[in-house]
């Protein structure tokens, strides 16, 4: 077992990198499980995991993202009895750990909490930093907390079972952090595609840990996403765009960020900030990996065509992170070289037709 730490500005935080898929062992004091009917199996045959804890077991999925989700993990826990100092385990890819970390901040003003990120997308991003929250009034992410995990359990051996769609979907983050701050993960992910695909597991770990490192130095300096952490939105304005337009569900987390990504670059390139030669080779990586870079995704096929770059843009605008009804976009200038900056919206909409 490998394992390094981080401190916050609300302490510091514990990253585990073990062989097998492991759990912490409870306080005394108790704790609760959260997974949802997918990763169940996995958890009960993770080490440390004990069958006589409560245990709340959730649907699959962003639909479950709701409110009523954390409410049932907030009543479980008050059923068992648990106090502040009892731990709240998430066990699963992004919804899990974001609602159980939601869950966590809100029991009793704040109870303790660990995360064991199931997916490549909660093991790269979701699961470190401490965003919590759930989705509401079809706004991805729109109500939560932050409030980050004391203990991350990462095991890359989960990633064996993991569906293709939901493997494919964590990648699109890590090619997020590889643009962002880690030249050397760039690279290994033109040079080193066919073993990523075929999800070699030195590899697999090196890449986790490469991106749980970089995300740790953002949030160290900036939790609260007041400036630097931005950057981590990279794509993410077009993509939440287009899960709201698509319908939440639709299509996945990331293959909505990689779209995004490359629609960010297109953006970048007509406000005259991004380099032409960083934006073609950076949205060839995209495309090299299967992911649409075309302007109108095919999720949206057969939709008005004419209205749909209106309708993202209308969702963009009530994005939590416009900033006096301005939205914003992270831009790049090339590789490790970002800024956020609004955009008119006559240019967002020519990257969209
Ligand atoms: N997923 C972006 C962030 O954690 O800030």
Redesign the pocket.
Known sequence: MDSFTFTVQTGPVAVFFHKTITIPVLPRSGGIYVADENTLPLLQKAKNFDSSMPLVVLAPGEEEKQLSSVERILEAALNAGLARDSVFVGFGGGVVTDMTAFAASLYMRGAGLCLVPTTLLAMA??A??G?TGVDFGNFKNCVGTFYPAQEIHISVDALRTLPQAEFMSGLA?VVKTAMLYAPKLYQILWEKKESILSRDGDLLLEIVKRCVQA?AH??ERDLK?TGE?MF??LG?TFAHALETVAGLGTISHGEAVAWGIARALELGKRAGITDLDWAKEATGLIASYGYSIAPVHPVLAGRNEAETPQLLLNAMKNDKKKKGGVVRFVLQREINSTLVTPVPDAEVLAVLA
Request: net charge neutral; glycine share 8%; charged share 45%.
């Open positions: 991003d979701a470190v930093g965003k983050e995300k953002v949030v996403e952490r981590l939105n993410h």
